[in-house]
């Protein structure tokens, strides 16, 4: 008798089990839904989501990027694309920089890699377009005039290489050595 | 830049030695004898007379501390700074000499007189603090003591200003 | 002359049925999307027209005019016909539900029903089980693996669940004393058989969610596991037409269910078309209830339910019903 | 032979194994910055701390200053002992800028990857960092003082290994700094080397500064083609282009390193720096047509003129830098079809030197590089081995800094980066010069034990050579000769006599039956010298021959399989006039040389980094060049372009062999053999003896065990009758500027040398010249302008005038002239 007992019990539980499930879906049903209306209302994203990359300058409004190649290195997809170049004071800069945004995964491995703060996601995620060319994004659609995320930094305050100005002058250095001092 | 005369005694010198090499110090120091300190142009005619490269000699020129390589005053005081004369107070030397001389530390004071360098221990514990002035030695140095002895070198200045 | 004007009547209802129906399976896509989108504490479609009103119209426009593509390796012939068999014959069903009170017209009356077979349950039975063609055919044409395996789940679940569904309609009949429709309706002027027969009806609704291929028994098109079952291959308007099927199948479930359980158009006051249709539509809202509420079953759950719990439920349902008339010799 | 343990391996080794090359044998990779193979050990940067648990030594110890003994266990992952590695890296990297992302070295530096791999990533250190300012070094090694670790590396490979004095260790302590007196050029052409020591960015290479990475390079074994020497070479390629090329470890060629000249001198793969330098694209009479049809065009021509003049009247041409690949499809091609040729020397007298050398050579007594390196004396005969053959100058100086003497006979002004007796002697003399210096080191006792070849050829062998002048007393060498036990004789092909190759290998044979491990080794004229020599037949005709029969009319067709007489044949006039008179002009090259101008098909080949070859080299080591890239067009340097093609721009290049068996419409050529591996063993019967017929063949030699060639009679007087009056005038390589695809490597540009005359200062007192002077030399049929140099460390009576770039020297009727002093004006 115990046992047919519990089998009767084990039902019942299925059965207010299931009930409970469909007072909880009818509950959910009277209330107010919470979706976005995306088009009409626009959210604003909070500045590290990852939506298009952009190429930021430095305080003093140069580019930022050095053309270090670790982008492009630690990229999954092997969407970036550079090849460096010299200015003539020895500043590095990428003679040409091309992402292809049809590759992207918008994965932020780039941004996390980059020394100098120059490659940057931005909130801007409304990106389609008719065309997979219309993706290749060179130097000049990615380059823009501020700083990003990151105001203050400028990567050559502290590279211990010099453009313009002397060794020395970096944030945290010591003036260059004079080889023929006559200091112990 | 070096005259004939002291070329001709360099190369004397540098002929008793069974390799050039071996004088080059001594050349140097033969060389500062005169012209105080070495210029580039005397490394490089010294570097000819002993058949070594500028380089060659000038890596021995900047590991030793009593050739100079920038210009020095007629006087180049050595305040000792190694451990004994520094807990008998080297630093208060230093900055007695850089006041009274008007010198800074690791420079020529404006008459072109006194050079202030620190030099490690030149084997004077006994009688620290101590310093070398043109190779003589002085210890137990007071401040009294300076003055005696800047007064004397400013007063006997027979060294002439560098050619 | 009265044979033209039969034939009139009858071309009429089945125009007007036919078109309401689709009507019907068309808006209940959105109500379904509506309500699935409430459940979940979101909007559902809204883009198109007044509150989304003519979502079904832009579907309906989408599907036409996508590319109708047919797998190289498929049966062509077969690949084809497929949809157009699961969408036809739960239209053939309807010819035997009555949805209304006979209407007098000057005198006369048309009955409300397309068709009033004597046999009207086996001939419901008996198509029922006919839509699994469809399925089986077009998942087999397709030649792809998930379109057969859909297929084959597909036919097993109707194999095991045909069973339990027309052995729970056994006292219905058995009440109802005949296998025509409009007199199960009759007989249920006093008591409608949901009340009499309450295991009944839960047999007989579980085995139409299973018929009827719905979520917790969507086994043959789990998307997850078959990427679509037996529709994998399809596209455009034939992929349509297995929808069509689908939703028409559901209303004409809740339309049988009606007429078996429910009372089918009788009730009080208001008209009994209207009853008809409300009745009809609750067992559509209850299977949407039921999406946004149940997990899918595992292929060896829905195969235990159905033949370990159902079957024998449904055999002791009948003997019992049995007993109890003839101890009160009904 | 102390066997050790390292973590739990146990190995033997040879005694004075230190213990890190001892790990490195079981492949344990102890980290190391100062240490280096080449440089020997300092024990300056302490990174290579490894535990030793049991032995002579316990503890903490440095595994580069202690060589492995008996019954060592030693541990490198030891917690003590990667705590002290950890430490260390803390204290290199107190100084270490933070500059990664714009170092060249990034990716492939030392201290990098040991920073990285012993776990320090964060800075203690709150004080500030030391600077330098960095020096200009030349425009191929760039100076960035800041990230210099002080291991001394650079200034021991620089001053130590090879020899040069300008560039060291300045300073003391913390301020040590490495660098030069004064900033400038660097003297060394194997400063590049320091870029491949430097375990960290201090030395960058120029020529590849910042261009990629190296993880995005395509990297293969590669062979040096610029001098005969085969030094081994990785090729790096990105984007179509050849970035750098870095010196590959080959224990017996080149070592770990590489000279300048091989380094830097790439670019012409590329097309210089705009690319547009190499001719890309076939043409025919200077259009641009497709390979198809510029295949077919020449093809057609070809068959038709053999038809109707014969298949006489076509000649091949090959070159030094012809693959071995290329050589043989040329060999056979000339057999089968009937062909003249080919033609691999424009200079018959050097192919007979050459081939004299090459067919003396045996394995008994052709020694390698390294050999060289542990020789006890060195002769150099006739070779300007900084300008020739720059690696071999390197290993001369591992044997001088072992104490070895080395003797140079040469009339040019040698400047060799070691100390050696120079003998000035005029070409004519070096024979005896080196005969009497042998001669003289046969003791009597010696002498007796010969036998009597050998015995007769040492007692013809000039007994005395004069030379006051020189202040070199051969008499006192040759006492030091006698009491050598390894003496290597170097001897060159270019200015000595046609004998003189013969004549270095029967001393060699002689020293060799006296009882010492002698050695020889050739200094050839280019790459492939060596395998065109063993190619070609004793009655080989020369280009002047082929020259006179194009004249006559009856050559029509030439096939020129990267070959430019115009850079080689030395009378461009005739030359000139001669090639005009052709049907048909066939030229198969990368370089954009004045043949591929005129040519009226031009087929592009392929460089040695665009396929597979292979190369012998002059100790006849056959070695594998194997593919870097496949070349194009390089997109590198300039925007690339957002199209999509299915062809590579710049493309249609072939490996030479490939464009000759199209042209030459021979299917049969490829019938009978299958394999290039079976092509080139049928052609050299040398290659299949070295039993290695499967290609590709690299490292093996294929020097027959006993040369037949023995103990020629040597000349006992210089040749008498009617000596020319005058300067003799002699036609030199020169270092960077005087080899073929140098000349067309923008790269090199900056640091080609001045275009000189040479000649003895006390030769130009007497025509009232002085160093600096301009003068004109008139020439037959011309005459050049040039800049005059005087030294006092040459032979008098010639005139030494460099093949380089700048000098017209194809004004000369032939190869060396005689000039009266009256033609020699001052402008």
Same mark, same amino acid.
């Given at each position: 008798m115990a046992k047919e007992k519990s089998v009767l019990r084990d039902l019942l539980d299925d059965v207010m089990g299931l009930a409970d499930s469909y007072a909880v879906t009818l509950k959910h049903l009277f209330r107010k839904p919470i979706t976005e209306q995306y088009p009409d209302f626009k959210r604003l994203l909070p500045a590290r989501s990852r939506g298009r990359i952009i190429l930021t300058r430095d305080p003093e409004g140069e580019e930022r990027c050095v053309a270090c190649y670790l982008c492009s290195a630690v990229c999954p997809t092997d969407c970036i694309s550079i090849e460096g170049a010299e200015r003539k004071d020895g500043r590095r800069y990428p003679l040409w920089f091309r992402i292809n945004f049809a590759r992207c995964i918008y994965c932020g491995m780039c941004e996390e890699a980059c020394p100098t703060l120059a490659i940057q996601l931005t909130p801007d995620f409304e990106f389609s377009k008719y065309g997979v060319l219309d993706f290749l994004y060179e130097k000049e659609d990615l380059l823009v005039d501020h700083q990003g995320k990151n105001a203050d930094y400028d990567y050559y305050r502290h590279a211990g290489v010099s453009v313009e100005g002397d060794k020395g002058e970096h944030i945290n250095e010591k003036p260059p050595v004079d080889v023929k001092s006559n200091l112990p | 830049m070096l005259s004939e005369e002291l070329k001709q005694k360099l190369r004397t010198m540098i002929a008793d030695a069974e390799s050039p090499r071996e004088k080059a110090v001594d050349v140097m120091l033969e060389i500062q004898e005169r012209h105080l300190w070495m210029s580039d142009e005397a490394m490089e005619e010294a570097s000819d007379l002993l058949g070594m490269s500028p380089l060659e000699l000038d890596e021995l020129a900047t590991f030793y501390d009593f050739i100079y390589r920038s210009p020095v005053g007629n006087y180049v005081i050595h305040v000792c700074d190694s451990a004994m004369c520094w807990l008998e107070g080297h630093q208060r030397v230093m900055d007695y000499i850089s006041i009274r001389a008007n010198v800074p530390i690791g420079g020529t004071s404006p008459d072109g007189l006194f050079t202030l360098l620190p030099v490690c221990c030149i084997g004077y514990c006994d009688r620290a603090p101590a310093m070398v002035i043109n190779r003589r030695v002085y210890g137990k140095l007071t401040p009294e003591k300076i003055d005696r002895i800047l007064d004397k070198l400013a007063g006997e200045n027979e060294f002439h200003p560098p050619e | 002359m009265w044979w033209i004007l039969g034939l009139v009547l009858l071309i009429m209802k089945l125009i007007i049925v036919i078109s309401v129906l689709f009507g019907f399976a068309a808006y209940m896509v959105l109500v379904e999307r509506k309500l699935l989108g409430r459940f979940q504490i979101r909007y559902g479609p809204n883009r198109v027209g007044p509150f989304g009103l003519l979502q079904p119209l832009a579907d309906g426009i989408k599907l036409i005019i996508k590319e109708d593509f047919v797998p190289r390796t498929a049966d062509r012939l077969v690949f084809l016909t497929a949809p157009a068999v699961v969408a036809a014959v739960p239209l053939v069903i309807t010819a035997v539900i009555p949805f209304s009170d006979d209407l007098t017209i000057g005198g006369t009356r048309i009955p409300m029903v397309i068709t009033d077979l004597n046999i009207g349950m086996l001939f419901v039975l008996a198509l029922a089980s006919l839509a699994v063609y469809g399925i089986a055919l077009g998942g087999w044409a397709s030649n792809s693996k998930y379109s057969l395996l859909g297929a084959i789940r597909g036919s097993a679940q109707l194999i095991s669940y045909e069973l339990s569904m027309g052995l729970s309609l056994v006292p219905?009949?058995?009440?109802?004393?005949?296998?025509?429709?409009?007199?199960?309706?009759?007989?249920?002027?006093?008591?409608?058989?949901?009340?009499?027969?309450p295991v009944s009806f839960v047999i007989f609704l579980i085995s139409a969610m299973a018929e009827s291929n719905r979520i917790p028994f969507d086994l043959p098109e789990s998307e997850n596991e078959l990427i679509g079952g037996f529709h994998t291959e399809y596209s455009g308007m034939r992929f349509g037409l297995f929808f069509v099927g689908e939703y028409v199948s559901m209303i004409v479930l809740g339309a049988l269910t009606a007429v078996f359980f429910l009372g089918g158009w009788r009730g009080p006051i208001l008209p009994s078309l209207f009853w008809f249709l409300l009745k009809t539509m609750l067992i559509p809202l209850f299977f949407i209830w039921t999406r946004a509420t149940l997990p899918r079953l595992r292929y060896d759950q829905l195969m235990h339910l159905g033949w370990k719990f159902l079957l024998p439920v449904a055999l002791v349902n009948i003997v019992v019903t049995g007993g109890v008339m003839l101890f009160m010799g009904w | 032979m102390p066997r050790l343990v390292i973590d739990d391996l146990e190995i033997e080794v040879p005694k004075g194994t230190k213990v890190i090359d001892a790990a490195e044998r079981l492949g344990i990779m102890i980290p190391r910055f100062c240490y280096h193979e080449a440089l020997g050990a300092v024990g300056a940067c302490?990174?290579?701390?490894?535990?030793?648990?049991?032995?002579?030594?316990?503890?903490?110890?440095?595994?580069?200053?202690?060589?492995? @003994?008996?019954?060592?266990?030693?541990?490198?992952?030891?917690?003590?002992?990667?705590?002290?590695?950890?430490?260390?890296?803390?204290?290199?990297?107190?100084?270490?800028?933070?500059?990664?992302?714009?170092?060249?070295?990034?990716?492939?530096?030392?201290? @990098?990857?040991?920073?990285?791999?012993?776990?320090?990533?964060?800075?203690?250190?709150?004080?500030?960092?030391?600077?330098?300012?960095?020096?200009?070094?030349?425009?191929?090694?760039?100076?960035?003082?800041?990230?210099?670790?002080?291991?001394?590396?650079?200034?021991?490979?620089?001053?130590?290994?090879?020899?040069?004095?300008?560039?060291?260790?300045?300073?003391?302590?913390?301020?040590?700094?490495?660098?030069?007196?004064?900033?400038?050029?660097?003297?060394?052409?194997?400063?590049?080397?320091?870029?491949? *020591?430097?375990?960290?960015?201090?030395?960058?290479?120029?020529?590849?500064?910042?261009?990629?990475?190296?993880?995005?390079? @395509?990297?293969?074994?590669?062979?040096?083609?610029?001098?005969?020497?085969?030094?081994?070479?990785?090729?790096?390629?990105?984007?179509?282009?050849?970035?750098?090329?870095?010196?590959?470890?080959?224990?017996?060629?080149?070592?770990?390193?590489?000279?300048?000249?091989?380094?830097?001198?790439?670019?012409?793969?590329?097309?210089?720096?705009?690319?547009?330098?190499?001719?890309?694209?076939?043409?025919?009479?200077?259009?641009?047509?497709?390979?198809?049809?510029?295949?077919?065009?020449?093809?057609?021509?070809?068959?038709?003129?053999?038809?109707?003049?014969?298949?006489?009247?076509?000649?091949? !041409?090959?070159?030094?830098?012809?693959?071995?690949?290329?050589?043989?499809?040329?060999?056979?091609?000339?057999?089968?079809?009937?062909?003249?040729?080919?033609?691999?020397?424009?200079?018959?007298?050097?192919?007979?030197?050459?081939?004299?050398?090459?067919?003396?050579?045996?394995?008994?007594?052709?020694?390698?590089?390294?050999?060289?390196?542990?020789?006890?004396?060195?002769?150099?005969?006739?070779?300007?081995?900084?300008?020739?053959?720059?690696?071999?100058?390197?290993?001369?100086?591992?044997?001088?800094?072992?104490?070895?003497?080395?003797?140079?006979?040469?009339?040019?002004?040698?400047?060799?980066?070691?100390?050696?007796?120079?003998?000035?002697?005029?070409?004519?003399?070096?024979?005896?010069?080196?005969?009497?210096?042998?001669?003289?080191?046969?003791?009597?006792?010696?002498?007796?034990?010969?036998?009597?070849?050998?015995?007769?050829?040492?007692?013809?062998?000039?007994?005395?050579?004069?030379?006051?002048?020189?202040?070199?007393?051969?008499?006192?060498?040759?006492?030091?000769?006698?009491?050598?036990?390894?003496?290597?004789?170097?001897?060159?092909?270019?200015?000595?006599?046609?004998?003189?190759?013969?004549?270095? +290998?029967?001393?060699?044979?002689?020293?060799?039956?006296?009882?010492?491990?002698?050695?020889?080794?050739?200094?050839?004229?280019?790459?492939?010298?060596?395998?065109?020599?063993?190619?070609?037949?004793?009655?080989?005709?020369? $280009?002047?021959?082929?020259?006179?029969?194009?004249?006559?009319?009856?050559?029509?067709?030439?096939?020129?399989?990267? %070959?430019?007489?115009?850079?080689?044949?030395?009378?461009?006039?005739?030359?000139?006039?001669? !090639?005009?008179?052709?049907?048909?002009?066939?030229?198969?090259?990368?370089?954009?040389?004045?043949?591929?101008?005129?040519?009226?098909?031009?087929?592009?080949? %392929?460089?040695?980094?665009?396929?597979?070859?292979?190369?012998?080299?002059?100790?006849?080591?056959?070695?594998?060049?194997?593919?870097?890239?496949?070349?194009?067009?390089?997109?590198?340097? +300039?925007?690339?372009?957002?199209?999509?093609?299915?062809?590579?721009?710049?493309?249609?290049?072939?490996?030479?062999?490939?464009?000759?068996?199209?042209?030459?419409?021979?299917?049969?050529?490829?019938?009978?053999?299958?394999?290039?591996?079976?092509?080139?063993?049928?052609?050299?019967?040398?290659?299949?003896?070295?039993?290695?017929?499967?290609?590709?063949?690299?490292?093996?030699?294929? *020097?027959?065990?006993?040369?037949?060639?023995? $103990?020629?009679?040597?000349?006992?007087?210089?040749?008498?009758?009617?000596?020319?009056?005058? $300067?003799?005038?002699?036609?030199?390589?020169?270092?960077?500027?005087s080899r073929e695809p140098s000349v067309y490597a923008d790269t090199l540009e900056g640091v080609f040398p001045e275009p000189a005359l040479f000649m003895h200062s006390e030769d130009a007192a007497a025509a009232g010249l002085s160093d600096g002077d301009t003068v004109s030399v008139g020439l037959e049929p011309g005459s050049i302008e040039v800049k005059l140099s005087v030294s006092e460390r040459m032979a008098r009576g010639v005139l030494i005038l460099p093949r380089q770039k700048g000098i017209e020297w194809q004004r000369m009727k032939d190869f060396s002239a005689w000039i009266a002093l009256e033609r020699i004006r001052k402008i």
């Amino acid at each position: 008798m115990a046992k047919e007992k519990s089998v009767l019990r084990d039902l019942l539980d299925d059965v207010m089990g299931l009930a409970d499930s469909y007072a909880v879906t009818l509950k959910h049903l009277f209330r107010k839904p919470i979706t976005e209306q995306y088009p009409d209302f626009k959210r604003l994203l909070p500045a590290r989501s990852r939506g298009r990359i952009i190429l930021t300058r430095d305080p003093e409004g140069e580019e930022r990027c050095v053309a270090c190649y670790l982008c492009s290195a630690v990229c999954p997809t092997d969407c970036i694309s550079i090849e460096g170049a010299e200015r003539k004071d020895g500043r590095r800069y990428p003679l040409w920089f091309r992402i292809n945004f049809a590759r992207c995964i918008y994965c932020g491995m780039c941004e996390e890699a980059c020394p100098t703060l120059a490659i940057q996601l931005t909130p801007d995620f409304e990106f389609s377009k008719y065309g997979v060319l219309d993706f290749l994004y060179e130097k000049e659609d990615l380059l823009v005039d501020h700083q990003g995320k990151n105001a203050d930094y400028d990567y050559y305050r502290h590279a211990g290489v010099s453009v313009e100005g002397d060794k020395g002058e970096h944030i945290n250095e010591k003036p260059p050595v004079d080889v023929k001092s006559n200091l112990p | 830049m070096l005259s004939e005369e002291l070329k001709q005694k360099l190369r004397t010198m540098i002929a008793d030695a069974e390799s050039p090499r071996e004088k080059a110090v001594d050349v140097m120091l033969e060389i500062q004898e005169r012209h105080l300190w070495m210029s580039d142009e005397a490394m490089e005619e010294a570097s000819d007379l002993l058949g070594m490269s500028p380089l060659e000699l000038d890596e021995l020129a900047t590991f030793y501390d009593f050739i100079y390589r920038s210009p020095v005053g007629n006087y180049v005081i050595h305040v000792c700074d190694s451990a004994m004369c520094w807990l008998e107070g080297h630093q208060r030397v230093m900055d007695y000499i850089s006041i009274r001389a008007n010198v800074p530390i690791g420079g020529t004071s404006p008459d072109g007189l006194f050079t202030l360098l620190p030099v490690c221990c030149i084997g004077y514990c006994d009688r620290a603090p101590a310093m070398v002035i043109n190779r003589r030695v002085y210890g137990k140095l007071t401040p009294e003591k300076i003055d005696r002895i800047l007064d004397k070198l400013a007063g006997e200045n027979e060294f002439h200003p560098p050619e | 002359m009265w044979w033209i004007l039969g034939l009139v009547l009858l071309i009429m209802k089945l125009i007007i049925v036919i078109s309401v129906l689709f009507g019907f399976a068309a808006y209940m896509v959105l109500v379904e999307r509506k309500l699935l989108g409430r459940f979940q504490i979101r909007y559902g479609p809204n883009r198109v027209g007044p509150f989304g009103l003519l979502q079904p119209l832009a579907d309906g426009i989408k599907l036409i005019i996508k590319e109708d593509f047919v797998p190289r390796t498929a049966d062509r012939l077969v690949f084809l016909t497929a949809p157009a068999v699961v969408a036809a014959v739960p239209l053939v069903i309807t010819a035997v539900i009555p949805f209304s009170d006979d209407l007098t017209i000057g005198g006369t009356r048309i009955p409300m029903v397309i068709t009033d077979l004597n046999i009207g349950m086996l001939f419901v039975l008996a198509l029922a089980s006919l839509a699994v063609y469809g399925i089986a055919l077009g998942g087999w044409a397709s030649n792809s693996k998930y379109s057969l395996l859909g297929a084959i789940r597909g036919s097993a679940q109707l194999i095991s669940y045909e069973l339990s569904m027309g052995l729970s309609l056994v006292p219905v009949v058995m009440l109802a004393g005949s296998f025509s429709l409009v007199d199960i309706v009759n007989a249920q002027e006093r008591l409608p058989f949901i009340l009499v027969q309450p295991v009944s009806f839960v047999i007989f609704l579980i085995s139409a969610m299973a018929e009827s291929n719905r979520i917790p028994f969507d086994l043959p098109e789990s998307e997850n596991e078959l990427i679509g079952g037996f529709h994998t291959e399809y596209s455009g308007m034939r992929f349509g037409l297995f929808f069509v099927g689908e939703y028409v199948s559901m209303i004409v479930l809740g339309a049988l269910t009606a007429v078996f359980f429910l009372g089918g158009w009788r009730g009080p006051i208001l008209p009994s078309l209207f009853w008809f249709l409300l009745k009809t539509m609750l067992i559509p809202l209850f299977f949407i209830w039921t999406r946004a509420t149940l997990p899918r079953l595992r292929y060896d759950q829905l195969m235990h339910l159905g033949w370990k719990f159902l079957l024998p439920v449904a055999l002791v349902n009948i003997v019992v019903t049995g007993g109890v008339m003839l101890f009160m010799g009904w | 032979m102390p066997r050790l343990v390292i973590d739990d391996l146990e190995i033997e080794v040879p005694k004075g194994t230190k213990v890190i090359d001892a790990a490195e044998r079981l492949g344990i990779m102890i980290p190391r910055f100062c240490y280096h193979e080449a440089l020997g050990a300092v024990g300056a940067c302490r990174m290579c701390a490894v535990k030793f648990i049991q032995g002579p030594f316990k503890g903490i110890q440095m595994s580069c200053m202690i060589d492995a @003994q008996d019954g060592m266990i030693v541990s490198t992952t030891d917690q003590e002992a990667v705590d002290f590695r950890k430490r260390v890296i803390e204290w290199l990297m107190i100084n270490h800028p933070h500059d990664c992302p714009v170092c060249d070295e990034g990716g492939q530096c030392l201290l @990098q990857d040991e920073t990285v791999s012993s776990g320090h990533a964060r800075r203690r250190y709150p004080g500030k960092k030391r600077t330098y300012r960095n020096q200009y070094l030349g425009p191929f090694i760039a100076h960035e003082m800041n990230r210099c670790i002080h291991c001394y590396r650079c200034s021991r490979y620089y001053q130590e290994f090879s020899g040069y004095r300008d560039l060291g260790p300045l300073q003391i302590g913390n301020r040590l700094y490495f660098g030069r007196f004064k900033e400038g050029r660097l003297e060394s052409p194997y400063s590049g080397n320091l870029v491949d *020591i430097c375990p960290t960015g201090v030395y960058t290479d120029i020529p590849a500064r910042y261009k990629v990475r190296r993880w995005d390079l @395509q990297r293969s074994p590669s062979v040096c083609i610029h001098c005969a020497l085969g030094c081994n070479t990785i090729g790096n390629a990105h984007y179509r282009a050849v970035m750098r090329v870095e010196a590959r470890m080959n224990p017996y060629v080149n070592g770990y390193f590489l000279c300048d000249e091989g380094r830097f001198g790439f670019s012409y793969t590329n097309g210089g720096a705009d690319h547009a330098q190499r001719p890309w694209t076939s043409k025919i009479g200077g259009a641009d047509v497709t390979v198809e049809a510029a295949l077919a065009e020449s093809s057609s021509k070809l068959s038709e003129i053999a038809a109707v003049y014969g298949p006489e009247a076509i000649v091949a !041409l090959g070159s030094a830098r012809n693959s071995l690949e290329t050589q043989s499809m040329l060999s056979r091609l000339c057999r089968r079809k009937g062909w003249l040729g080919p033609v691999w020397f424009t200079d018959t007298a050097v192919y007979r030197k050459v081939r004299s050398a090459v067919e003396r050579l045996d394995s008994g007594i052709a020694v390698s590089m390294r050999e060289i390196e542990f020789a006890d004396f060195v002769i150099i005969a006739g070779a300007d081995l900084l300008n020739e053959a720059p690696m071999a100058a390197i290993a001369v100086r591992q044997a001088s800094r072992k104490n070895a003497q080395i003797v140079v006979i040469d009339p040019r002004p040698i400047s060799l980066p070691f100390e050696f007796r120079h003998v000035p002697a005029v070409p004519g003399q070096i024979e005896r010069c080196l005969g009497s210096l042998v001669k003289g080191s046969i003791s009597k006792e010696e002498l007796k034990g010969l036998d009597s070849a050998a015995k007769g050829f040492c007692k013809a062998l000039p007994a005395k050579f004069g030379d006051k002048e020189s202040g070199i007393s051969i008499p006192e060498l040759a006492d030091q000769l006698m009491a050598s036990r390894r003496p290597v004789i170097v001897c060159g092909t270019g200015i000595v006599s046609e004998s003189t190759p013969a004549l270095a +290998a029967d001393c060699a044979q002689l020293l060799r039956e006296s009882g010492k491990k002698a050695g020889l080794f050739y200094i050839l004229p280019g790459a492939s010298s060596f395998s065109s020599a063993l190619l070609s037949g004793p009655d080989a005709k020369g $280009f002047a021959e082929i020259l006179s029969e194009i004249e006559q009319g009856s050559i029509k067709a030439l096939i020129a399989a990267e %070959s430019d007489p115009f850079r080689d044949f030395p009378d461009r006039e005739r030359l000139d006039k001669a !090639l005009s008179q052709l049907d048909l002009l066939v030229a198969i090259d990368y370089l954009p040389t004045e043949t591929v101008k005129r040519a009226s098909v031009f087929l592009p080949s %392929s460089t040695v980094f665009e396929m597979n070859s292979t190369f012998v080299n002059p100790e006849g080591r056959v070695q594998h060049a194997e593919r870097v890239h496949a070349g194009g067009v390089p997109i590198w340097g +300039a925007h690339p372009p957002r199209i999509v093609r299915n062809f590579i721009p710049g493309g249609d290049h072939q490996p030479a062999w490939e464009i000759l068996w199209k042209i030459s419409a021979e299917t049969s050529v490829l019938e009978s053999v299958l394999t290039l591996g079976e092509l080139i063993a049928a052609e050299m019967p040398a290659f299949e003896a070295t039993g290695k017929a499967q290609y590709p063949v690299n490292q093996a030699r294929i *020097i027959p065990e006993k040369s037949e060639g023995s $103990f020629v009679k040597p000349k006992t007087r210089p040749e008498q009758g009617q000596k020319p009056k005058g $300067f003799n005038l002699l036609l030199t390589d020169r270092i960077f500027a005087s080899r073929e695809p140098s000349v067309y490597a923008d790269t090199l540009e900056g640091v080609f040398p001045e275009p000189a005359l040479f000649m003895h200062s006390e030769d130009a007192a007497a025509a009232g010249l002085s160093d600096g002077d301009t003068v004109s030399v008139g020439l037959e049929p011309g005459s050049i302008e040039v800049k005059l140099s005087v030294s006092e460390r040459m032979a008098r009576g010639v005139l030494i005038l460099p093949r380089q770039k700048g000098i017209e020297w194809q004004r000369m009727k032939d190869f060396s002239a005689w000039i009266a002093l009256e033609r020699i004006r001052k402008i």
